[in-house]
């Protein structure tokens, strides 16, 4: 049994930061990929950022420049460092884990979402 748990969303106003957090528990044998998706009401779900294992990562063009993804493989977790956030970045967040559970056998895991508010 593998769960992922966001956290450390809420209320902001423009230009504000905060910084967002998601832990891997159960049974893992190795993280690979890792990523931020962001989902608004009436739309598609959208990659925000992915972070490898080894670390390299790429952004949305919306948040370049603006968010940071990074990881602790130790501790199982990643975090979302988001700055100067803008009111087009109001949406549900969601982490997701690409997980080898056994020797041999992997699965894609998604977390439940943590609420992100960007007032104007």
């Known amino acids: 049994q593998v769960q992922l748990v966001e956290s450390g969303g809420g209320l902001v106003q423009a230009g504000g930061s905060l910084r967002l957090s998601c832990a891997a528990s159960g049974t ?5 990929d890792m990523e931020w998706y962001r989902q608004t009401p009436g739309k598609q779900r959208e990659l925000v950022a992915r972070i ?14 603006r968010f940071t993804i990074s990881r602790d493989n130790a501790k199982k977790m990643m975090y979302l460092q988001m700055d100067s956030l803008k009111p087009e970045d109001t949406a549900v967040y969601y982490c997701a884990a690409s997980i080898r559970y056994t020797l041999t056998a992997s699965a894609d895991y998604w977390g439940q979402g943590t609420q992100v508010t960007v007032s104007s």
């Open 28 to 32: 893992i044998r190795i993280i690979n």
């Open 52 to 65: 490898t294992r080894d670390g390299s990562t790429n952004y949305a063009d919306s948040v370049k420049g």
